[in-house]
C-alpha cells in the first residue's frame, strides 16, 4: 500500500541536515527488525507511532519510513486507519518460506559448487569453523539464545550460497532466511535439542567435495528438521 508523507513529515525531512535522515531510519530500522526477529514484539502486536517516537525519541518520518521498509520486507503489516503491526505467522507461510528456502539455496548451493574456486570454500570452512567454537546456549544450564550463535549461524549460511554469483541470489536467500528466523526464535526456547553442528558439518563437507546433489538434499533435509520442530510447536 502506497502512503503519501504528510505536510509535517515533509518538513521535518527538509529541516534535517543532509544525509541524518537516512542514518536515523536506517537505526530504527536495524533496532526495530532486530526486536521483530528476537520476538521482543510478538506477532499481531500493534506498533502504535507516538510509542515509537517516545522509544527513539525523534520525528515521525525516519521511523514511518523504517517502518515502511520492513513491510516490503514482510516483518510488518499495514491496516487501514489502524497502523502499523507485527506480521501474523501462520502454518501455511512457514511451509512457503522451507519451500522457497530449498529451491532458492539450493539453487544457490549448486552454482556455487559448480563456480567453486579456492575463495568460496576457504570462506565456507572458515564459517564452519567460527560457528563451531561457540556455545549454541549462553550456558548450559539457561534456555537464552547466544547472540554471538544466532550471528555465526547467518553467517554460515551466507557463506554457503556465496560462491553462486548471483547476487540477487544471495539477497533473497538472506531475506528467507531472516523471515524464517523469525519463526524459529519465537519458538527456539522450545525446541528440543540436536546436533545442528553435525548437520552444517556434512553439507560443508559435501561442497568441498563437489557432490551437489548430496549437498541440496542435505541442506533440504536440515531446514525440513527445523520446520518439523516448528510446526510441532505452532499446532501444540
Partial sequence: MTTTASPHNAIETM??????????TRSVYEQLRADLLSGHYRPG???PAEELRQRFQMGSS????????????????????KGFRVAPISVEELQELVQARC???????????????????????????????VRRRVADEADDDNPDWER??????????????SRWLCRISEQLFDNAERYRLLVSRDLSERNELDEHKAITQACIEGRAE???????EHYGRTNRMIMDQLNA
Fill in 214 to 220: 548430496d549437498a541440496t538434499a542435505l541442506l533440504g
Fill in 103 to 133: 529451491l532458492i539455496d539450493g539453487a544457490a548451493v549448486t552454482e556455487s559448487i559448480r563456480r567453486r574456486d579456492t575463495a568460496w570454500e576457504e570462506g565456507l570452512v572458515l564459517a564452519l569453523h567460527r560457528l563451531s567454537r
Fill in 15 to 24: 529541516n534535517a541536515p543532509a544525509g541524518k535522515p537516512n542514518s536515523l
Fill in 62 to 81: 525516519p521511523i514511518r519510513e523504517a517502518l515502511n521498509r520492513l513491510l516490503a520486507e514482510g516483518f510488518v503489516s499495514l491496516e487501514d486507519q
Fill in 152 to 165: 555465526l549461524h547467518r553467517a554460515f549460511h551466507v557463506a554457503l550460497v556465496g560462491g553462486c554469483g
Fill in 45 to 47: 502486536e500493534k506498533l
